[in-house]
């Protein structure tokens, strides 16, 4: 956790000044971009396709609704979003990082989905949207690498339409606890390896197994949203808990 703006923050297991997290997640993706979505791939065993489809059939998003994607990398989670709102509805794919949504963008587009989705580099502490905006806000495997939780947390609830919906999809604490040290050998040992392999960079991969260690874990996170503002809070467990589904309302 951190010690405020004027001390120092986790970046995975180290303390770096907290002016200096955002820059080093900053080159920790512009590294792994071109070969990101291969990466969750080999990583998860194609598993974190099924984890998005689970949180896309709890948006509850309908036709010509408005949604928000933050955090959204390669726009996996955006695309679903797309296709729920329909033509006259509009999602925004956004990330703090220019080359992920670049990336995100030319893969939409590839795909044929142009209409209703526009992209936003932002930041989630700070988000340029009006208030209530969006009737849902999902951020998939990016919390974790923000630098104040709590200012984004509040910066979503701010953005969201009464009623509307945060849903966050991240990795958490197994709560098996021979899952558990399986899960620590594999990430400390295997995604390492398997990040130089394939993109060229052990260390950006070391980062992502030791970010998760620091991300709060369920019962916190749900504090967390509780404070924000947040209401009807819930988790779902995935896999034992290695991935979670954060839910909250605002009313």
């Not at 990398?73 to 999602?91: F, H, I, K, N, S």
């Not at 609830?157 to 958490?172: A, D, I, W």
């Amino acid at each position: 956790m951190s010690e405020g703006r004027s001390g120092n923050t986790d970046f995975g297991f180290q303390q770096v000044p907290w002016k200096e997290k955002a820059t080093r997640v900053r080159a920790v993706f512009d590294s792994v971009s071109g070969r990101y979505d291969l990466m969750n791939d080999l990583m998860s065993g194609g598993a974190h396709r099924l984890w998005k489809h689970f949180t896309l059939r709890l948006t509850g998003l309908s036709d010509g609704q408005q949604a928000l994607d933050l955090a959204g990398g390669t726009g996996d989670l955006a695309a679903g979003m797309a296709r729920q709102v329909g033509e006259r509805g509009r999602v925004v794919l956004s990330d703090i990082n220019r080359s992920m949504l670049a990336r995100g963008r030319d893969r939409l587009t590839d795909r044929g989905l142009i209409a209703n989705i526009q992209y936003v580099q932002a930041d989630a502490e700070r988000l340029p949207f009006a208030s209530s905006q969006f009737d849902c806000v999902t951020i998939g495997f990016g919390l974790r690498n923000v630098t104040d939780k709590t200012a984004a947390l509040a910066s979503i609830h701010r953005v969201l339409k009464p009623g509307g919906q945060l849903l966050v999809l991240e990795f958490s604490q197994p709560v098996v606890p021979v899952l558990a040290r399986l899960y620590d050998a594999y990430s400390f040992n295997v995604l390492p390896w398997l990040g130089k392999a394939v993109t060229g960079d052990a260390d950006s991969y070391r980062y992502l197994a030791e970010s998760i260690r620091r991300h709060p874990d369920q019962e916190t996170l749900l504090r967390l949203m509780r404070t924000a503002g947040f209401e009807d809070c819930r988790y779902h467990n995935l896999m034992a808990g290695i991935v979670a589904v954060h839910r909250g309302y605002r009313y």
